[in-house]
């Protein structure tokens, strides 16, 4: 089929896992560390986490990993968490060819025993033995307290079995339960595994097209843009919607790929997005331009105000106290009447709006920045941006921006084209969005009728953090002093306590209760010091 029309060996997007594609990612090499620090030496035996959405590399990374153990490494594999302890115990006993006797297999006692057998005479024979547990989120509560009780193997001086998890975001929910704290405790090494940026996207598909055989990249630069949108930086969406565009682009004998074949791509292969979708807009560019005009000329809209004009403070929530702390630079209440921006007004207006990053220089204008010309919000969005000044992106949904509490990016789409806005401020109903130089209010229906659930905002904070924003998992100790700070807590907080407290913070604030603090965690701490923040209030100067 499409193989021969575009020069290749074999298909290049293929979901089946084949070790030759293997592509790794800054963040996929750190996983592999973790993982193998955690079971090595440095991680003393217990528990290594591994976190990650559906399809953004876990079982590649296990796989890879069986690969580099040790030849004095035994494993045992456990695919199939869905059992009771009485079955996971008898898995592990096969998968590590455990000899039981028989009549024994029915009793957990008998089974342990056979297990702390083997393993006191792997140790003798200088064997290190893991076990590995792939899905871990649907293992029961009793599942994981029998788990956590196998690590109770020990001699004087060290762990017998280490215990790799493997397993969606749910999985760190899970282990944030009060019930299952004593098991959280044991984990050595943890990582959580997040999508691809938009660069490590184009070098992915390049890697597998190079891979197949492929000569002449058949993917424009938009194109690029569009799968790394609608796949969210998810390798396995990348591999769908990719392959279904090399297939439309054969069928209608295309050489090059452009971002329209993608969209109709993405549109056949991947599941409706939920949310309301703004019907095409009837209207042809001149027209849309026409109606932009004519608001602009309307009450409607207050373009920014530019130097030397005043501008009211921006309305803070009065029961936030993070809401009064003193800013660098706030975000303006708006004085305009109703009506608000519907869909149809908001789609005109997206319309109009010129392909250039404003959005991103706004948002850094906004932390008195300097903004490259040229970025593109999808690459210019590094963890650090530059020293103290950080960037956090992903899928959210509004009310988490709000707990974030800064301006954000949010990626809207109009027919097929995306557009990057900024955030300036939300309340029940509306929401303030710069579009281009110019302030407008649109509802959140409208708003929910384009926005693509994408956005990036910068924060900042100490150099400190950096190592944590860029994804170590152990704060040092002036990080830590940074954190226990805006928690509340003395300095002298013990581990736990302060574990403790983050997950009570994060779970108060709709992010994920991991204890662990990432940069989402690290932005939510960082809402109460300097700088611009998304007002709370949008209306006419109420």
Not at 21 to 39: P, Y
Not at 145 to 150: F, K, M
Request: with cysteine; proline share 7%; net charge negative.
């Amino acid at each position: 089929m499409y193989l021969e029309h575009y020069g290749l060996a074999e298909p290049p997007f293929s979901i089946t896992p084949d070790p030759r594609f293997v592509f790794l990612s800054e963040r996929h090499r750190d996983a592999l560390a973790h993982l193998l620090f955690g079971i090595g030496q440095g991680g003393g035996g217990g528990f290594v986490q591994l976190t990650g959405e559906v399809g953004t590399g876990k079982t590649t990374l296990s796989r890879l990993l069986l690969e580099q153990l040790p030849e004095d490494t035994r494993v045992a594999l456990v695919l199939n968490p869905r059992q009771d302890p009485l079955e996971l115990l008898q898995t592990i006993c096969e998968e590590l060819g455990v000899e039981v006797a028989p009549g024994s297999r029915a009793s957990s006692k008998a089974l342990v025993d056979a297990l702390n057998a083997y393993l006191l005479r792997a140790h003798a024979d200088g064997l290190r033995v893991v076990l590995i547990i792939d899905e871990a989120q649907d293992l029961s509560v009793e599942a994981l307290e029998q788990v956590r009780l196998l690590t109770n193997l020990e001699t004087d001086t060290r762990k017998l079995l280490q215990i790799v998890l493997l397993g969606q975001p749910e999985l760190r929910e899970l282990l944030a339960r009060p019930d299952l704290r004593q098991l959280a405790q044991r984990i050595t090494a943890r990582f959580h595994l997040t999508p691809l940026d938009a660069p490590e996207t184009v070098e992915y598909l390049r890697h597998r097209y190079r891979v197949a055989g492929g000569l002449r990249f058949p993917f424009d630069k938009n194109a690029v843009r569009r799968i790394h949108a609608h796949a969210g930086g998810v390798p396995r969406l990348i591999n769908v919607v990719a392959e279904r565009a090399l297939l439309a682009g054969y069928a209608h004998d295309l050489a090059t790929i452009d971002a329209r074949t993608v969209d109709r791509a993405a549109r056949e292969a991947l599941p409706a997005k939920p949310r309301r979708r703004a019907r095409p807009a009837l209207i042809v560019a001149g027209v849309a331009v026409l109606v932009l005009a004519a608001l602009l000329a309307s009450p409607w809209i207050q373009r920014v105000p530019g130097p030397g004009d005043s501008v009211s403070p921006a309305i803070a929530s009065t029961t936030d106290p993070a809401a009064s702390a003193p800013t660098a630079r706030t975000a303006a209440t708006v004085d305009v009447a109703e009506p608000v921006l519907d869909t149809s007004a908001l789609s005109a207006s997206l319309a109009a709006l010129p392909d250039e990053p404003s959005a991103w220089r706004a948002m850094l204008d906004a932390w008195d920045a300097p903004a490259d010309g040229t970025v593109d919000v999808a690459t210019g969005c590094t963890p650090i941006i530059q020293p103290g000044l950080y960037c956090t992106h992903g899928i959210a949904r509004l009310d988490k921006l709000q707990t974030l509490a800064r301006p954000a990016l949010l990626e809207l789409e109009r027919e097929e084209a995306t557009h990057w806005v900024l955030l300036r401020g939300a309340d029940t109903d509306r929401v303030l969005l710069q579009l281009g130089d110019t302030r407008v209010q649109a509802t959140r229906n409208a708003l929910d009728a384009h926005w693509t659930g994408a956005f990036a905002a910068a924060w900042r904070g100490p150099v400190v953090l950096a190592p944590l924003v860029e994804g170590t998992a152990t704060p040092d100790e002036a990080a830590r002093a940074w954190i226990t700070q805006h928690l509340g807590l003395p300095a002298d907080t013990s581990d736990a306590t302060l574990r403790t407290s983050l997950r009570r913070f994060q779970s108060a604030r709709g992010l994920a209760a991991d204890g662990i603090p990432g940069p989402e965690t690290l932005m939510a701490l960082a809402a109460s010091d300097a700088g611009p923040r998304l007002a709370r209030t949008v209306g006419t100067g109420d």
